[in-house]
């Protein structure tokens, strides 16, 4: 027997979901006070806008997300589209396409002014960078004097053709990428 943190009823194991850090590996709460508060949490302005905007269609999605941009940036539905056609379609920086998610709008964090359309992770790269070019120069020289040098020092149980054919498609990809920038430009 257990009795609830909220309620102050003893219930059976059975009525308490499992809790990983819970000392007797249980939640303190009953299913029913779950459920009860679940319920008044939903009823809370901002979460029934979260809750709604998960059960929109897609298109409804995409008609927010485009005021979110116009609120944010000033930037309009067929100015969005068109930024992304003159991109070609592909991050600013790694060169690669926006299939699955819409390409993020890379701003100066500062005075809100856009730079550019760029992939999530090239975003993520330039946040954890704190948008300073030094520390993404460092970055990539570190990057250039460790794997250039990959196969030579390759350490011990290294497959060093792996690194190799590895390194073969970086070069593919890099040229690649130059490719899709030269016919944009």
């Known amino acids: ?33 779950e459920r009860q508060r679940t319920k008044e949490h939903h009823r809370i302005p901002s979460v029934k806008r979260r809750i709604r905007e998960h059960e929109q269609s897609p298109s409804a999605r995409r008609n927010q ?25 592909c991050c600013a920086i790694c060169g690669n396409g926006f299939v699955k998610n819409e390409p993020v709008i890379d701003h100066d964090h500062v005075t809100l002014a856009y730079r550019g359309l760029l992939c999530a992770a090239c975003n993520a790269l330039l946040s954890n ?27 011990l149980g290294w497959d060093i053709e792996r690194v190799g054919i590895q390194q073969e498609k970086r070069a593919v990809h890099e040229r690649t990428r130059k490719d899709i920038v030269r016919r944009v430009r």
Do not use: N, Q, W
Not at 133 to 145: G, H, I, N, V
């Open 65 to 89: 997300h485009h005021s979110r941009i116009k609120g944010r940036y000033g930037i309009c539905k067929e100015t969005y589209l068109e930024l992304i056609g003159s991109s070609g379609g």
């Open 129 to 155: 960078a704190k948008d300073v070019p030094s520390t993404l120069r460092r970055a990539a020289e570190y990057l250039e004097d460790h794997v250039a040098g990959a196969c030579e020092k390759a350490p």
């Open 1 to 33: 027997m257990k009795t609830c943190s909220l309620c102050g009823v003893a219930y059976g194991r059975s009525m308490f979901r499992k809790s990983k850090g819970a000392t007797d590996g249980l939640r303190s709460e009953c299913r029913p006070c």
